[in-house]
Structure formats: C-alpha cells, structure tokens
C-alpha cells in the first residue's frame, strides 16, 4: 500500500468514525493498523471502534498496542480502563483511570470513571461525590459531575427528599432539553397494521427490567408490533426472552442523544415505555422531545421523577406513588390497581424453606447501605448477614466495616443470581435499607416467604416496600 493508499484507509476510516459507522471504522483503522504498525493513533481509533462494537477483548488489545507505543497518550490508558470494565475486570478498570488521574490530576474523564466505579461497582457513592467535586462547575464536565453527585445523593445524603427532588427536577430543565428535531414525513399504514410499542433500555438482560416487566410485553406481543431499542451491552437469557417478544431489534448503545431522538422518531411509535430513566440520561434526553405519540415511565432508573414534560404519564400504583405526592412528579401519575409491576419468578426460584435462619440477611448493592442505614445495623444485637457479589471488592467491605466490627458481619458473595436467591431464602427476616429501599429482591424475598422489615419514606425508591407486612 501506497502512502496515497494509506491516506485514503485513513480519511475512510475517519469519515466512518466520525458518522458512527463503527464497522466499517474499525475494518479500515485495522487496515491501517496492520500496513503502519508503528502509527499509535490508528491502534487508539482501532480501539475505539472495537469498544463501541461491544469487542471489548480486541479493543483492549490494539489500546495496550497503542499505549505502548505512545505513552503520553492518556486517551489510550482511559479507554482501557473501559474495556476492562466491560469485561468485568474493574480493578484493573480502576488502575487504569487511576493511573491517567496520577499523570493528570485535573481529568475529567478519568474522575467521572472513577465516580462512576465507586458508586456502581465497589458502592461507595460519597467517594464517588469526592472524586467529581473538582469537576463541578466546570464548562466540560460540570453537568456530569452535578449528575454524580444527584445519582449519589439517592442512596446517600444529608439533606431532604424534597431538596433532592427539586434538585433533580432543575436539573432536568437545565440540561435534559433537546432541541426539536424536524419531522420526517410519515408514511400512512394500512388500516390493518398492528399498533407499534417501543421499549429502550440499557438493561433488557436478567434485571428489574426483565422480572418485573416480560409478562406484560408477552401479554402486549400478542396485539401489537414491540420495538425494542437496546442501549446496552449485556446479553443473556433474559435478553434472548426479550427478542423472543420483539417485532424489531434496534440497537443503539453508541448513539448520542441527537441522533438517538431521529431513531425514535424515524420508527413511527404509537407508544414508548421509557424502562432506563435516570440508568440512561442520554435516553432521558433523546425524550425530551417526545419522538412517539405517548409515552410513559416505568420499571428501569425508576428512582425519581424524570423532570421531563413529554412524558403522558408515570406508571405507579397507590402504594408506591400515591396521589398526594404528585408535586414530586413532571410525570402525570398512572397509578395500576393491584400493583404497578407483576413479579415473573426464574425457573431456578427456590421453594420457600421449613427452617431458616434467625440471622436477619441484607440483600442489597453495597452502594444502599447508606450510613443511616449503617447506623441502624449497628442497634441490633448479633451478627447481620450481607449478600451481595460486589462485596468481593474490598471498598465495599471496608465501607461496612467502618461502622460495624468484622465479628457482626458475614459477608456471603453469591457467584450466580440464583445461588443469591438460595442464600435469602434461608433467612426469617431480611432488613431493606434506606433511604433507597428493594425493589426487585424485596419482591424476591416475599415470594420466598422471608418477611421483609422496612422504613418507607417519600420518594419512589424509598417506597417499594410500602404495601409489604413487616414494614
């Protein structure tokens, strides 16, 4: 190849990057790669592309040759703290954001990665408060920073779930607007096409989502065209479940908040059940601008009210959102009689157990034992029992063991969602935490016959205990 040929790889592949044309990106960034071995940054855009197809392997691969080749190139030393994220390594994640923060202390991206671990990951969302308050303020990352530090305030905070909300609610209205996009003109359907119902999330997999919502997009399948717009990476059998039930699969985990909005709007919804919410604030702000007919919240980042006004309405039931607490709600509320979710148990459910444990079990990302919740552990008497696989990372012990002495506490580190279950269904009590409170594994817990203690507060994560016996 030609240095005229190689330019012409080159300028390919940044056309195609630059449109988010990810395969064809990463075929010629590879072409070049391989014909100039030496050229750091076609390795890094190789890298790049690979992440957004989800190859986080051979990503991590061509960013470690590209690193290696360049040092100074920090965005290569970013990007495979990513990758070892997505493949599930985040203490080598860590390091490497770590490592760019080391070098320069002022990133913002490597600080929002680090914030975005500690919450999510080792659950400490007040380290994550720490890691982005240099960041607030700012012009570049100033909104993702405020952000972590809301998200974090959910599970950990000082001040009132009215401060909180109306915080969120600002927020939403300062950046969370997206500009009208035009309308493209729809051709009309036949009279018998059936109606189409879109769903977006990040996590149609073995989640919330999953449990709490497939028996009605089943019930919906039967009548109506499911379009389903996936903005995550994971895939399981719950994914396949799903697929099972969709009419089209779009997915969509690399589109910006613009260029989401058009795909929305392109595909002619009826109806949109939003199933990311605050798990997906560049979804949240696709619809802003309202790109179906309706829309609705429901299960999925389902925490707080959006701050949004396109939305038709919030699906609740009286329990978990009751009327007098509209004013917490942009979202009309919809309130379901009977229950605003129904509960679809796996295969491997265990049966409920003739002897259990007196030991109560707490049953919870790390990120939920708030220090008031801590507080409340250490009131009662004997050893509490933590079940949860991120407590195999020691931020998240040592975050427990900073209020409770290691002889109270037997942290159970399931390998599997259903070994968890096994492991809960062995327990008389189990103690919700607050302010955010269960929501799926309290659900879990019941269908178990394990009674669920609870303290019930305002907001919609702090109520999914409400209409429990025990709370």
């Not at 265990?350 to 552990?377: D, G, I, M, T, Y």
């Amino acid at each position: 190849m030609n240095a005229q040929e190689s330019l012409a790889v080159l300028q390919s592949a940044q056309e195609a990057m630059h449109e988010g044309r990810w395969a064809e990106s990463a075929h010629f960034f590879g072409l070049a790669a391989q014909r100039q071995a030496d050229n750091a940054g076609a390795w890094h855009n190789l890298g790049l592309s690979l992440l957004a197809l989800g190859n986080a392997p051979q990503a991590l691969k061509a960013l470690q040759r590209a690193y290696g080749l360049n040092p100074r190139l920090w965005q290569s030393r970013l990007l495979q703290g990513r990758a070892h994220k997505m493949l599930g390594q985040v203490q080598e994640a860590d390091a490497s954001f770590a490592a760019v923060m080391q070098a320069y202390p002022t990133n913002g991206t490597a600080r929002l990665a680090r914030a975005d671990l500690a919450m999510n990951v080792f659950g400490t969302p007040l380290q994550a408060v720490e890691w982005v308050k240099p960041l607030l303020g700012t012009p570049e990352h100033g909104d993702d920073a405020e952000l972590t530090t809301l998200m974090a305030s959910l599970y950990d905070r000082d001040e009132s779930a009215q401060e909180l909300n109306d915080r969120v609610m600002d927020f939403s209205r300062r950046v969370l607007r997206l500009a009208p996009l035009p309308r493209a003109r729809v051709t009309p359907r036949a009279a018998k096409t059936r109606p189409r119902v879109g769903l977006i999330s990040p996590l149609f997999c073995a989640s919330p989502v999953y449990f709490l919502t497939i028996a009605a997009w089943r019930e919906e399948a039967k009548a109506r065209d499911v379009v389903v717009f996936n903005r995550g990476h994971k895939a399981d059998w719950a994914t396949q479940a799903f697929k099972d039930v969709a009419s089209e699969w779009h997915d969509v985990q690399e589109m910006d908040a613009t260029r989401l909005a058009q795909a929305l709007q392109d595909a002619d919804l009826d109806v949109l059940y939003d199933l990311g919410g605050w798990m997906d604030p560049v979804g949240l702000k696709a619809l802003s601008i309202k790109p179906a007919r309706h829309m609705f919240k429901w299960v999925g980042g389902q925490s707080i009210t959006t701050g949004l006004d396109s939305f038709d309405g919030w699906i609740g039931d009286e329990a978990q959102s009751p009327a007098h607490l509209q004013s917490l709600y942009t979202e009309p509320l919809h309130n379901i009689p009977g229950g605003y979710a129904i509960y679809t148990p796996p295969d491997y459910m265990p049966a409920p157990q003739s002897k259990r444990r007196l030991e109560p079990v707490v049953f919870a990302n790390p990120a939920k034992l708030s220090r008031a919740f801590l507080r409340h552990l250490q009131t009662i008497q004997g050893k509490k029992v933590l079940v949860h696989q991120q407590f195999q990372h020691a931020q998240a012990r040592d975050h427990v063991l900073s209020y409770l002495d290691a002889s109270e506490v037997e942290f159970v580190m399931p390998r599997s969602h259903h070994e968890a279950l096994e492991v809960v269904g062995q327990h008389a009590e189990m103690l919700d935490t607050f302010p955010y409170s269960s929501g799926l594994t309290a659900r879990e817990a019941k269908a178990m016959g394990v009674k669920v203690r609870a303290k019930v507060g305002t907001l919609f994560c702090e109520r999914h205990c409400a209409d429990f016996e025990g709370t």
